[in-house]
C-alpha cells in the first residue's frame, strides 16, 4: 500500500493536501517535527484534526523529543501514530503498553542507522513497525538509501506477518526494492506532491 505523505507547515496546507489525497487515497501520513529531533518545525496540533472533514484515515509520525508528553491527545485524532523507538529509549515498554487495547494503532519507527534489535523485547506485541529509508528525516526529497533492505529483511523474517513501512526517498524504482525485501506499506512524499497531478502520481505508482 501506497500511502502519500504530507509535510504541513500550517492548517491551511495540511487542509489542502489532505482534501488532494483523499480523492485518491485512503490514507495520509501526517509528517510532524519539533526542530529538535528533526530538523523541521511544523504544524503540532492533534486539535486541529477534528476539523478535517472526510473519511479518510490518517497516521501521524511524531518526530518530537519527549512525545509521551501529547501521545494521549494524538490518540484521540488518530488512527495510527508513529514514534520513534530512539525518542523514548527509557520508556519504550511503558509507551507500548499504553496502545494496549485502545484503538489507536502504535507503529515504532527507527532512524537509519538504529539496528532492528531494539525491538526484539516488544516484536511479539507489534503489529506495525516503521523504517526510515534516509539519512536526515523530517523533509522531503532525500535520496533512498540502501541501507534499510537488511533491516527489512531481518524484520520480515523475525515475524513474516508485521507490517513494515519505509519512509523516504521512495519512488518508481525503489519502491520494488522495499517491497521485496518484505515491506508491505510505502510513505511516498515528493513523488506524488511534485508533479502537478497527485492523483496520476499515485496511481503510476501503483501501477
Do not use: C
Request: charged share 20%; net charge negative; proline share 6%.
Amino acid at each position: 500500500m501506497i500511502i502519500p505523505a504530507i509535510v504541513p507547515y500550517n492548517l491551511d496546507e495540511l487542509e489542502r493536501k489532505v482534501a488532494v489525497a483523499e480523492t485518491f487515497s485512503p490514507w495520509v501520513h501526517l509528517d510532524v517535527a519539533d526542530g529538535h529531533f528533526a530538523p523541521e518545525i511544523t504544524w503540532q496540533e492533534p486539535d486541529d484534526l477534528e476539523t478535517i472533514e472526510g473519511k479518510i484515515k490518517i497516521q501521524v509520525h511524531l518526530m518530537t523529543e519527549e512525545p509521551q508528553q501529547t501521545i494521549a491527545l494524538w490518540k484521540k485524532v488518530a488512527d495510527r501514530i508513529i514514534i520513534h523507538a530512539e525518542a523514548v529509549a527509557n520508556d519504550l515498554e511503558e509507551v507500548v503498553e499504553s496502545f494496549n487495547g485502545h484503538p489507536a494503532m502504535l507503529g515504532l519507527a527507527l532512524k537509519l542507522e538504529t539496528p532492528v534489535e531494539v525491538l526484539s523485547p516488544y516484536l511479539s506485541r507489534l503489529k506495525f513497525v516503521h523504517l526510515m529509508s534516509i539519512a536526515t528525516i523530517g523533509h522531503q526529497g532525500e535520496t533512498f538509501n540502501e541501507m534499510v533492505l537488511s533491516k527489512i529483511k531481518a524484520l520480515h523474517e523475525q515475524k513474516p506477518d508485521l507490517v513494515i513501512s519505509v519512509d523516504g526517498g521512495l519512488n518508481k524504482e525503489t519502491i520494488p526494492l522495499a517491497s521485496a525485501a518484505g515491506a508491505s506499506e510505502f510513505i511516498v512524499g515528493s513523488a506524488i506532491w511534485s508533479n502537478p497531478d497527485p492523483a496520476q502520481a499515485f496511481h503510476n505508482l501503483n501501477s
